[in-house]
């Protein structure tokens, strides 16, 4: 069955630090990806989606993400993260009539 | 703002009655989504129409219902409700299946 796994349910990094959210999807035909965060009480908002191309995409607020095949792997990634990033990061995987979100990985910011 | 609304906001109920949440999607989009977010369940996806067709179906329970009416808007029905629906329910829409979703602010049910 088609998953989206993201293994880490809770980081907490320091601001400043750099980041790195993993996502591993599991449909075997290329996938369309997307990373969503959502801050407290608020509905989700699109980071970036890979679709085709160009593997490393650029989102908003700093954050980009690295499609790779072989890894089944999209992870995230920002160089240096501020407190307002503290949120929860979802993955999402779509194709084939299927929507699938991972767990969701909660962010915590240290001063 | 995403440019898709929800209504209710909030909403307080009983157990055993029926309930109607309403989306309206962003301008030009005809694709809508329904997903419910509980703290022990996550975040699942329920149903996914396309201009005005189911297109795709997730953990929806049996109790539950959507449409997508000609003017696009969608309604998600709950009934016989249990203390167990108790959450926030959200609303998406995209341009077309596959295709990024933007959501709404969402609707908190709570079931007493």
């Known amino acids: 069955a088609q998953s989206v796994t993201q293994p880490d349910i809770h980081i907490t990094v320091s601001e400043g630090a750099s980041l790195e959210l993993r996502c591993n999807y599991s449909y075997g035909a290329t996938p369309y990806l997307f990373w969503y965060v959502q801050s407290p009480g608020q509905g989700l908002q699109l980071l970036l989606k890979?679709?085709?191309?160009?593997?490393l995409v650029q989102g908003i607020k700093g954050f980009e993400a690295e499609f790779k095949r072989s890894q089944s792997s999209f992870n995230l990634r920002k160089p240096s993260v501020h407190w307002s990033d503290a949120a929860e990061y979802f993955c999402d995987e779509q194709g084939a009539q299927k929507l699938v979100f991972g767990q969701g990985t909660r962010l915590t910011i240290n001063p | 703002d995403s440019g898709v609304t929800q209504t209710p906001k909030h909403l307080i109920t009983a157990t055993g009655q029926r309930v109607t949440l309403r989306c309206s999607p962003r301008?030009?989009?005809?694709?809508v989504y329904w997903y419910q977010q509980s703290l022990d369940q996550g975040l699942q996806f329920l149903i996914q129409y396309y201009n005005g067709e189911e297109r795709a179906k997730g953990n929806i329970l049996e109790r539950f219902s959507a449409q997508q009416f000609p003017d696009l808007h969608s309604e998600l029905n709950l009934s016989s409700l249990e203390l167990g629906d108790s959450a926030l329910y959200f609303c998406?829409?995209?341009?077309?299946?596959?295709?990024?979703?933007?959501f709404g602010p969402g609707t908190r049910l709570t079931v007493t």
């Open positions: 890979y679709f085709s191309g160009d593997t």
């Open positions: 301008s030009g989009d005809l694709s």
């Open positions: 998406a829409s995209s341009v077309a299946p596959d295709y990024e979703q933007y």
